[in-house]
């Protein structure tokens, strides 16, 4: 292997990939995007103002699903199945997790049924590229997702709701 080819391939391996970062990133971005125009236009809950419903929906579900996710995958990898690199792993499942909440939510009240099969479709797609490198991490990476959706959406979010309103 010639010097060029050595320089590229340390070069390669040095810049962040566009699976680990820029995506995951997007999806958070566009999850955001959808949860504001979500609480400003569509949300049912009266708020005394829309900032104050960005505030506890947005940032809230943001917040929380980052902790839920970390607490998810240390405690995963106390069990044995450690999720290297860590807070690429968090990033990746936040926004999976965070983008299909969101779309779900937000068509769920537009469009109905159909917005559940483009829900499943968008969380089994993301999951299978983030996680197609090992079928035992996907698994766990779902019920994370899963019972971290729960978790924010059932138990800690209305907690959070009744500081605010």
């Known amino acids: 292997m ?3 080819r050595r320089n590229r391939i340390e070069m390669n391996e040095n810049t962040p990939k566009i699976k680990d970062i820029y995506i995951p990133l997007a999806c958070i971005g ?3 995007v959808i949860m504001m125009i979500d ?11 829309p900032f104050q419903g960005m505030l506890i929906i947005v940032v809230g579900k943001t917040i929380l699903y980052t902790v839920v996710m970390m ?5 995963c990898s106390w069990f044995g199945y ?3 690199p860590f807070f690429v792993k968090v990033l990746q499942l936040v926004g999976v997790a965070l983008v299909a909440g969101a779309v779900g939510d937000t068509l769920g009240f537009l469009i109905g049924g159909i917005a559940s099969y483009l829900n499943i479709a968008i ?3 993301l999951m299978g590229y983030f996680f197609s490198d090992n079928a035992i991490h996907a698994l766990i990476a779902m019920f994370l997702v899963y019972a971290g959706h729960s978790v924010v959406t059932f138990l800690l979010l209305p907690m959070v709701k009744t500081f605010f309103v």
Not at 39 to 49: E, G, I
Not at 71 to 75: A, S
């Open 30 to 32: 566009l999850a955001i």
């Open 71 to 75: 607490l998810g995958l240390g405690l």
């Open 82 to 84: 450690s999720f290297d």
């Open 123 to 125: 969380f089994l797609g």
């Open 2 to 4: 010639g010097p060029q």
């Open 39 to 49: 609480v400003m236009f569509l949300s049912n809950t009266a708020y005394d103002n």
